[in-house]
């Protein structure tokens, strides 16, 4: 059974990344994920969710998500966030993350290059996945070695910091 970390809130001194909550995985479904909102001191200018573990639904949409609200776009807070959360991947044994966008989302590919993911090639969406769902039929598909990152050292708990989604 996975156990999420109780997780306090990260910061890198420009943005502080609060944890919202701990979603688990049900079958048939993504992966469990800590979804974390992104706030300049009170304000919240995005979010940012972290997949734990691999699957087909992970495969196709990635471990990382992230969003940032439009007035705070063009600042590199979303490469921030992402450079936050690795020590929480590595806490859970993971040395990479798959980190997906479509194809013409030339602000999400900075982001992923700047963190430094490697570009693994394009990827056409099968027709059962959510994604295709959503109209999107292809996927640039990267992988970031997180080996580097020092795994975080947090204490195993049920609602790590956020509230747990049953």
């Known amino acids: 059974m996975f156990t999420f970390f109780s997780v306090p809130s990260l ?4 943005i502080t990344l609060r944890l919202e909550e701990c979603v688990p995985m049900k079958a048939g479904e ?4 800590y979804n974390f909102l992104n706030y300049i001191g009170n304000t919240p200018i995005g979010h940012i969710h972290l ?15 992230y969003g940032v609200r439009e007035p705070y776009r063009g600042h590199g807070y979303a490469a921030r966030a992402c450079l936050l959360v690795p020590p929480i991947a590595r806490a859970h044994g993971m040395e990479e993350l798959i980190i997906t966008c479509a194809p013409d989302n030339v602000a999400s590919i900075r982001t992923i290059e700047h963190i430094g993911a ?5 990827v056409s969406i099968p027709r059962w996945s959510e994604l295709r769902d959503r109209g999107i039929k292809f996927i ?18 049920g609602k790590a910091g956020g509230t747990v989604r049953r």
């Open 118 to 122: 490697k570009f693994e090639g394009v």
């Open 140 to 157: 640039n598909r990267y992988v970031w070695d997180i080996s580097d990152f020092e795994p975080g050292v947090y204490g195993e708990t």
């Open 51 to 65: 997949r734990i573990g691999t699957n087909e639904f992970v495969y196709y949409g990635g471990n990382i998500g």
């Open 11 to 14: 910061t890198d001194g420009v």
């Open 30 to 33: 993504w992966a469990p994920s």
